[in-house]
Nanobody, 120 residues
Framework: QVQLVESGGGLVQPGGSLRLSCAAS????????MGWYRQAPGKQRELVAI???????RYSDSVKDRFTISRDSTKNTAYLQMSNLKPEDTAVYYC??????????????WGQGTQVTVSS
């Protein structure tokens, strides 16, 4: 069993910052990509940022230069540092990861989601 547990969401004013964490636990052989998606009310889930096992990163155009994704492989944890937050960043943020539970068995996992609300 593998779990992804997110933390760090909340209410913040426009221009503020938040840091999300996503910790993977359970029967893990190794972790491939880790990333964050978000879903606003009435909209489809969209990719926010992703980081590979080699720490290459990719961002959506809407968050580039404001958000930074990182990971600590010793803790099986990914982070999303969000700065200069805007009301349009309001959404439920989901952690996503591709995890090898054994050599050759790659599965995709989602966290339960954490609410981020940007409002004055």
């Amino acid at each position: 069993q593998v779990q992804l547990v997110e933390s760090g969401g909340g209410l913040v004013q426009p221009g503020g910052s938040l840091r999300l964490s996503c910790a993977a636990s359970g029967s893990i052989f190794s972790i491939n990509n880790m990333g964050w998606y978000r879903q606003a009310p009435g909209k489809q889930r969209e990719l926010v940022a992703i980081i590979t096992s080699g720490k290459s990163t990719r961002y959506s155009d809407s968050v580039k230069d404001r958000f930074t994704i990182s990971r600590d492989s010793t803790k099986n944890t990914a982070y999303l540092q969000m700065s200069n937050l805007k009301p349009e960043d309001t959404a439920v943020y989901y952690c996503y990861s591709q995890i090898y539970v054994t050599r050759g068995a790659l599965n995709a996992y989602w966290g339960q989601g954490t609410q981020v609300t940007v409002s004055s």
